[in-house]
T-cell receptor
Framework: EAQVTQNPRYLITVTGKKLTVTCSQN?????MSWYRQDPGLGLRQIYY???????DKGDVPEGYKVSRKEKRNFPLILESPSPNQTSLYFC????????????FGPGTRLTVT | QKEVEQNSGPLSVPEGAIASLNCTYS??????FFWYRQYSGKSPELIMF????GDKEDGRFTAQLNKASQYVSLLIRDSQPSDSATYLC??????????FGTGTRLQVFP
């Protein structure tokens, strides 16, 4: 089954404790991205990747890191999480960007206390 | 700053009516336009996309694009309670940026 998977689905952590949210797709897609979704603010792009070893900042990259060492994986790293990073996070992939459907993962609900 | 704007709603329509959702965007260089549906607690899923001025129909859904006025709309005919969700408008800029609006919540009541 073609899909985007994210882990964990739910995470409660404390300020400053490094964490990684994994994202994997099995569709051989070139483009992958991370979004956060907050009430009233919609979906905002954190980072995106056009291909392996190619990543770039989205609109809200502060406090996040990413890597794209393999085509299928695009982990999101929070080196020192803070409460303002409490949010719902989505990973997405697509064959390209313009004109292509974004396939979203199921989401990761993160709470930082 | 590229912007995509939507009325947050809720937009309430009776079952069987036409729901009209609107979206405006700030950059005339925008190339492609998408409508996603998101049920509460779920991930967004694509409803339709459109590139060219005019209308595009798919079943009960019609997307309308007017590049001169910089707006895109989604019409849902014969609205059903199962259409109740948040509808997200998304616009691509250049070849690597996708900007989402904040979404319009639609409520279809029996």
């Amino acid at each position: 089954e073609a899909q985007v998977t994210q882990n964990p689905r739910y995470l409660i952590t404390v300020t400053g404790k490094k964490l990684t949210v994994t994202c994997s797709q099995n569709m051989n897609h070139e483009y992958m991205s991370w979004y956060r979704q907050d009430p009233g603010l919609g979906l905002r792009q954190i980072y995106y990747s056009m291909n392996v070893e190619v990543t770039d900042k989205g609109d809200v990259p502060e406090g996040y890191k990413v890597s794209r060492k393999e085509k299928r994986n695009f982990p999101l790293i929070l080196e020192s999480p803070s409460p303002n990073q409490t949010s719902l996070y989505f990973c997405a992939s697509s064959p390209g960007l313009a004109g292509y459907e974004q396939y979203f993962g199921p989401g990761t609900r993160l709470t930082v206390t | 700053q590229k912007e995509v704007e939507q009325n947050s709603g809720p937009l309430s329509v009776p079952e069987g009516a036409i729901a009209s959702l609107n979206c405006t965007y700030s950059d005339r260089g925008s190339q492609s336009f998408f409508w996603y549906r998101q049920y509460s607690g779920k991930s967004p899923e694509l409803i339709m996309f459109i590139y060219s001025n005019g209308d595009k129909e798919d079943g009960r859904f019609t997307a309308q694009l007017n590049k001169a006025s910089q707006y895109v709309s989604l019409l849902i005919r014969d609205s059903q309670p199962s259409d109740s969700a948040t509808y997200l408008c998304a616009v691509t800029y250049n070849t690597d940026k996708l900007i989402f609006g904040t979404g319009t919540r639609l409520q279809v009541f029996p």
